[in-house]
T-cell receptor, first 112, second 113 residues
Framework: DTGVSQDPRHKITKRGQNVTFRCDPI?????LYWYRQTLGQGPEFLTY????????KSRLLSDRFSAERPKGSFSTLEIQRTEQGDSAMYLC??????????FGPGTRLTVL | GESVGLHLPTLSVQEGDNSIINCAYS??????FIWYKQESGKGPQFIID?????DKRQGQRVTVLLNKTVKHLSLQIAATQPGDSAVYFC????????????FGKGTKLTVNP
């Protein structure tokens, strides 16, 4: 499969724990985006990278959230001290330059 | 604020009929629009896109129409099939602005056999 992949697909954690998600973009895509989607809503932008540079962060990305793309390939999204309000689907997308964004399957986070 | 929205939250059609899903936007600077299909538990799947310098674009069984005068976007699905049942989102980007996509809430399409 040469599409965007995300790991894990599901994560259940207790409030206060830290979690980390991984996204592997489509090979050679230099843009990588993170979105969050809650039930019944459209995805909301969190942040994006051009190669290894993080170019934009949404105000939704509180200081408990951090994203990295150290080598310009895969990316990680970490949430520290998780809260129940963090429960959502976390989606990753990639694109070649500023073109069509292709999404991965998402990571479903449940915070108990 | 976010400018993309949808007229109807749900749409039910008979198999074989044509479906039309509508989307309104408010930002005149919106220059790129995409339709995504999302099945339950999956990520959004790209269907078709259109730039603001176009009025119409066709794909396989799908057509997107853009009316810049009234800031309206529609997705037409021909000969709708049960496999088309999903939530459909329109999304936009702003000319000269961020590369982020701004999504509407989605329309749930149900195809009845």
């Amino acid at each position: 499969d040469t599409g965007v992949s995300q790991d894990p697909r599901h994560k259940i954690t207790k409030r206060g724990q830290n979690v980390t998600f991984r996204c592997d973009p489509i090979s050679e895509h230099n843009r990588l985006y993170w979105y969050r989607q809650t039930l019944g809503q459209g995805p909301e932008f969190l942040t994006y990278f051009q190669n290894e540079a993080q170019l934009e962060k949404s105000r939704l990305l509180s200081d408990r959230f951090s994203a990295e793309r150290p080598k310009g390939s895969f990316s990680t999204l970490e949430i520290q001290r998780t809260e129940q309000g963090d429960s959502a689907m976390y989606l990753c997308a990639s694109s070649l330059e500023a073109t069509t964004q292709f999404f991965g399957p998402g990571t479903r986070l449940t915070v108990l | 604020g976010e400018s993309v929205g949808l007229h109807l939250p749900t749409l039910s059609v008979q198999e074989g009929d044509n479906s039309i899903i509508n989307c309104a936007y408010s930002n005149s600077a919106s220059d790129y629009f995409i339709w995504y299909k999302q099945e339950s538990g999956k990520g959004p799947q790209f269907i078709i896109d259109i730039r603001s310098n176009m009025d119409k674009r066709q794909g396989q069984r799908v057509t997107v129409l853009l009316n810049k005068t009234v800031k309206h976007l529609s997705l037409q699905i021909a000969a709708t099939q049960p496999g088309d049942s999903a939530v459909y989102f329109c999304a936009e980007t702003i000319r000269g602005g961020s590369e982020k996509l701004v999504f509407g809430k989605g329309t749930k399409l149900t195809v009845n056999p």
